[in-house]
């Protein structure tokens, strides 16, 4: 594929969620944060808190180290996490604006927002 022909232009075309091999995540519930790890390189973090009440968990901030931005990390890392929250039946708040704009593109993860 070369470089005036890139895959965004298509209409309806998405790029794969998770494009790295050899990623990790970490779920550190004291720190509140899930934590991206490719091999024994951190990437980034995402972080969060959950509601005692309701467990109903609060999305904050996703920070990808610096050297690592504008790869699919951040993607990749949103991704897991929902995934994890999903299998743990979890609902989520939102407060990233990445994280928002990550349900726009992807809304097969709406289900998990509450409203």
């Not at 790029?15 to 050899?22: A, D, L």
């Not at 934590?35 to 968990?57: C, K, M």
């Not at 990233?96 to 509450?114: A, F, G, K, N, T």
């Amino acid at each position: 594929m070369t470089a005036d022909h890139e895959p965004q232009a298509v209409p309806g075309w998405r790029p794969e969620k998770i494009v790295h091999e050899g990623l990790r995540l970490e779920h550190d519930d004291d720190r509140g944060r899930y934590a991206l790890w490719q091999h024994d390189e951190f990437i980034g973090f995402l972080g969060y808190s959950t509601d005692p009440q309701s467990g109903i968990v609060t999305l904050q901030h996703t920070i990808i180290d610096e050297a690592h931005g504008r790869h699919g990390y951040a993607r990749a890392l949103v991704t897991l996490v929902l995934d994890e929250l999903r299998a743990e039946q979890r609902r989520i708040l939102v407060e990233c604006s990445y994280i928002q704009d990550y349900l726009d593109r992807y809304p097969e993860y709406q289900d998990l927002v509450v409203e």
